[in-house]
Nanobody, 126 residues
Framework: DVQLQASGGGLVQAGGFLRLSCAAS????????IGWFHQAPGKEREGVSC????????YYADSVKDRFTISSDNAKNTVYLYMNNLRPEDTAVYYC???????????????????WGQGTQVTVSS
């Protein structure tokens, strides 16, 4: 199994920047795709982005394309989500999750995730 630790959330003004980190431990990091999700109060959890450590593919939700970038530091077993030009509607709890290789190699909107970390709060003020 893999354990995940998300961090990096905070309070930022609209147009600002945050970097979220998802540190993985307990299993071979290369056998997973790592995804970021967010959940705003009263709303369903939504997929934001994914980085596949299996084949290097990525996925971005339409709402964050051209603003967010996902990357992986293999030496640190950490996946980062760089969030630029933040908007008030990005306010949510952000979670990272791991999807094992038996679901395939590529990131996609509907890829299943089996392991979840705790959330980190992102608040964007207008």
């Amino acid at each position: 199994d893999v354990q995940l630790q998300a961090s990096g959330g905070g309070l930022v003004q609209a147009g600002g920047f945050l970097r979220l980190s998802c540190a993985a431990s307990g299993s071979t990091f290369g056998d997973y795709a790592i995804g970021w999700f967010h959940q705003a109060p009263g709303k369903e959890r939504e997929g934001v982005s994914c980085f596949s450590r299996i084949d290097g593919s990525t996925y971005y939700a339409d709402s964050v394309k051209d603003r967010f970038t996902i990357s992986s530091d293999n030496a640190k077993n950490t996946v980062y989500l760089y969030m630029n030009n933040l908007r008030p509607e990005d306010t949510a709890v952000y979670y990272c999750a791991a999807s094992p290789s038996w679901y395939g190699s590529r990131c996609s909107k509907r890829r299943p995730y089996d392991y979840w970390g705790q959330g980190t709060q992102v608040t964007v003020s207008s």
